[in-house]
């Protein structure tokens, strides 16, 4: 079955898959070019934020339908949960736990940025235009920031708490949802463009990432000594593996969320009723488990790569939703949600001057927040595809924190709102 976009002049997804794979090729192919241009070029701007930012001006310009297109839906729910597993295939557990303190620590003070920061803005805000953040009942734009609040220390689902909490009108939901995908993917897109500086972030903070770099280099030794040719057997295992398991994590999400739903409502606080939770969780458990078996070789033949495969195609379905014409739309709230990310960044860089926290911290802990996990594991990878792990692990507590931090949000904001 076709599924058609009347507004767009792409009208088909099949098409627009194409589309964003010939980009994707494109950019892998220019990346690796010997040529001086693309030497220099990408010396500067980071392979992965143009995986991210060229999709988004298929939208803007009208050419593809990205705000209704399954594509995303289909990446994140098929091709993130396989990309996990194969990520973690091979992952080292122990390395992982000797990163150290400073990871939660960066992760809790994003937490703790988004949580100030929505009221903060609020009050800077009422201080210059007490309009913008007005409005009464449902209309009541601290209402709608509750969304955004829930959305940025969690995610989807935790967002979708706040809404059944907080009660905004739909017209204000519609709008701070544009507002929370626009300011957070111009966020991510600092973040990438940081990936290449990371060294020089690095030096300024007087941070030692030797554990970061020692955990890397691991897993790339891990990967050259198990290293061979992959067979057509070994990549129709590999895919097994990854999409098997995703099938077995919807096949257990189907059971377990119904059975919560009927028996224990109450945990849907901590996002145990939202099925795209337990599939980054069951994906995950399951890759971290086999990383303790012999499928643990399937990383010579190819696993990870496969996954890092994964993750790109959901990067350019994740810029394909981003149209920048938006934020022209409702430029005044749009303000108030950049103060709001902009304390939380301020929080992040205070706080990891002080401890000296790597910069990968930094980025993987803001984003476990920002945009849980179906982008904390993106920007870890984008560091080296075998750190994704550590995104997944953080974006984990996320959804745990994200109910209870964003109501909390939410009270304070209801009580400085003018």
């Known amino acids: 079955m076709q599924i058609v976009h009347a507004s767009a002049l792409i009208q088909n997804d099949a098409v627009t898959l194409g589309l964003l794979l010939l980009l994707l090729a494109g950019i892998f192919y220019t990346s690796n070019s010997s040529n001086p241009f ?3 070029f990408y010396s500067v701007i980071p392979m992965l934020l143009l995986c991210y930012f060229l999709p988004s001006l298929l939208t803007t310009f009208g050419i593809v339908d990205g705000e209704n297109s399954q594509l995303y839906f289909v990446a994140s729910r098929y091709l993130l949960p396989a990309s996990l597993v194969l990520l973690t295939l091979s992952i080292d557990l122990k390395e992982v736990f000797k990163l150290g303190s400073k990871a939660l620590i960066m992760f809790v003070t994003g937490t703790f940025g988004v949580i100030i920061g929505g009221p903060l803005a609020i009050l800077i805000t009422s201080a210059i235009n007490p309009d913008l953040i007005g409005g009464a009942g449902p209309d009541a734009v601290w209402r709608g920031m509750t969304t955004i609040a829930g959305s940025w220390i969690g995610g989807g689902a935790n967002q ?3 809404y059944e909490i907080f009660e905004p009108s739909d017209r204000l939901y519609s709008i701070m949802i544009t507002v929370d995908v626009l300011v957070a993917e ?4 600092i973040l990438l463009i940081g990936v290449g500086k990371a060294k020089q972030i690095d030096k300024f903070f007087k941070a030692d990432a030797s554990s970061v770099d020692h955990l890397q280099k691991k897993m790339h030794d891990f990967s050259l000594k198990t290293a061979r040719i992959p067979s057509t057997t070994d990549l129709m295992v590999i895919l097994a593996i990854g999409l098997g398991i995703t099938g077995f994590a919807h096949f ?3 059971a377990i969320v119904p059975y919560i739903e009927i028996h224990a409502p109450s945990l849907n606080k901590f996002s145990l009723t939202s099925r795209f939770f337990w599939l980054i969780i069951l994906s995950t458990t399951i890759g971290i488990g086999l990383s303790f078996t012999k499928l643990r070789n399937y990383e010579g033949a190819g696993a990870s790569k496969i ?8 990067v350019a379905t994740i810029g394909m939703k981003m149209d920048i014409t938006k934020i022209f739309d409702n430029i005044g709230l749009f303000a108030v949600g950049g103060i709001w990310m902009l304390i939380h960044v301020l929080l992040l860089l205070i706080v990891g001057k002080l401890i000296r926290a790597p910069y990968f911290f930094l980025a993987v802990g803001s984003k476990a927040n920002i945009g849980g996990a179906a982008s ?5 990878a984008a560091f080296h595809p075998s750190l994704a792990p550590v ?15 964003a109501w909390m949000c939410g009270l304070i904001m209801q009580a400085v709102a003018p």
Do not use: C, E, N, S
Request: charged share 5%; hydrophobic share 65%.
């Open 38 to 40: 693309f030497k220099r």
């Open 160 to 162: 979708a708490a706040m």
């Open 186 to 189: 111009v966020w991510m897109a």
């Open 252 to 254: 257990v999400a189907d």
């Open 307 to 314: 996954g890092t495969i994964f993750i790109y195609v959901l």
């Open 376 to 380: 904390a594991p993106v920007v870890a």
């Open 391 to 405: 995104g997944v692990l953080l974006a984990v507590l996320g959804y745990a924190m994200g109910t209870y931090g």
